[in-house]
């Protein structure tokens, strides 16, 4: 596990080999990412808490399993150090198609992936990078599936999402129904129920206020990542297949 400290904004952040996942993140003392307390981080299974990291494949959309095995495997510590100005704190973990981990060889793609994870004056910045080092084309998709920490669900409000179109992956009938989400007027939107959907062409920035800490979470995406999803079990087992 590789922790970062940057004083000069007084954050931490916690990554784990494991999926490369950044398991904690904290602010002034405070933490901002949920982790579960069945957890486990020994790699018997994708860590549930933090950012996980969906790659090859988001959800179940493709031939691999349910977001890909990028959350699984063990990645390679390539850096993990401050800048020399202190102005950041980083650190670099890679994955390639050369592991012996059988998810990354039924894959059969010929890769190298670098995540970048940095804490600065800016906050939490993570960079995925992925280059093909064969001679074939391939796609894939990802996705950097943040869990946040709520003081009270009830109490949260997520802004930029009014307008765009929806796909509702909890649909009655059992197929992904796509609609538009309601304008709502600038008041942020409320998770009343259950919540599995991915937002098509979300803007590249979105916002969430915790109105009961008065915590207020920004959350900047570049134009490679165009739709967002919004998750959360809202009480039930939960709603993401193999956690």
Not at 88 to 95: D, G, K
Not at 178 to 195: F, P, R
Request: hydrophobic residues 40%; proline residues 5%; aromatic residues 10%.
């Amino acid at each position: 596990m590789v922790r970062l400290e940057h004083a000069a904004s007084m954050q931490t952040a916690e990554i784990h080999a494991v999926g490369a996942t950044v398991a904690s993140w904290t602010v002034n003392g405070a933490e901002v990412l949920f982790a579960s307390k069945s957890a486990v981080y020994d790699g018997s299974k994708p860590i549930r808490a933090g950012i996980p990291l969906c790659f090859p494949q988001f959800g179940p959309y493709g031939d691999l399993q349910t977001h890909g095995f990028a959350r699984n495997v063990q990645w390679k510590v390539i850096e993990a150090e401050d800048e020399a100005d202190g102005s950041a704190a980083r650190a670099v973990f890679e994955l390639t198609s050369d592991s012996d981990s059988p998810l990354v060889q039924e894959w059969n793609k010929s890769f190298r992936a670098e995540l970048i994870v940095t804490i600065s004056t800016s906050g939490l910045e993570t960079s995925l990078f992925v280059d093909n080092t064969g001679t074939e084309p391939f796609e894939f998709t990802f996705s950097l599936h943040n869990y946040f920490l709520a003081t009270d669900i009830d109490a949260m409000r997520v802004f930029g999402l009014e307008n765009l179109k929806v796909v509702d992956r909890l649909a009655a009938d059992g197929d992904d129904a796509e609609s538009t989400e309601a304008d709502d007027g600038g008041a942020g939107l409320n998770i009343t129920a259950e919540t599995d959907r991915i937002y098509k062409d979300a803007p590249e920035e979105l916002a969430m206020l915790d109105t009961s800490s008065l915590r207020l979470i920004k959350m900047k995406k570049t134009p490679t990542l165009p739709n967002a999803t919004l998750w959360n079990p809202y009480g039930s087992e939960g709603c993401d297949p193999g956690w």
